[in-house]
């Protein structure tokens, strides 16, 4: 069975720092780009970031981000741990949620993914920035 564990989350100020990690198990992990989305309270879930699959192409881009955390926010995959990173910079009252790790099968990660396109969803992490 396919478990994503998301840690990493917690309170941070306004211009802090967070590392959230996600943990796969139960699939081929080179075979799924990976992903975050973020949900708020009363909001649909939304895009964060995306790193590629790891396949033979280098033709598109290996990451991608929402305009929101674009320059902030960076993406990192560690296959043989079966983890992806998001590295989590300057962050802001607006990216309070709660954040999901998400896998897309031979997912390229050179556009926004929809929520539909997902194959997998860890179970969030809540990151809370104070003002």
């Known amino acids: 069975q396919v478990h994503l564990v998301e840690s990493g989350g917690g309170l941070v100020q306004a211009g802090g720092s967070l590392r959230l990690s996600c943990a796969a198990s139960?699939?081929?992990?080179?075979?799924?780009?990976m992903g975050w989305f973020r949900q708020a309270p009363g909001k649909e879930r939304e895009f964060v970031s995306a790193?590629?699959?790891?396949?033979?192409?280098?033709?598109?881009?290996?990451?991608y981000f929402a305009d929101s955390v674009k320059d902030r926010f960076t993406i990192s995959r560690h296959n043989a741990k079966n983890t992806v990173y998001l590295q989590m910079n300057n962050l802001k009252p607006e990216d309070t949620a709660v954040y999901y790790c998400?896998?897309?099968?031979?997912?390229?990660?050179?556009?926004?993914?929809?929520?539909?396109?997902?194959?997998?969803w860890g179970q969030g992490t809540q990151v809370t920035v104070s003002s």
């Open positions: 139960g699939l081929i992990f080179n075979n799924y780009g």
């Open positions: 790193i590629s699959w790891t396949g033979p192409s280098t033709y598109f881009a290996d990451s």
């Open positions: 998400a896998a897309a099968y031979r997912y390229l990660a050179d556009r926004k993914w929809g929520p539909n396109e997902v194959n997998y």
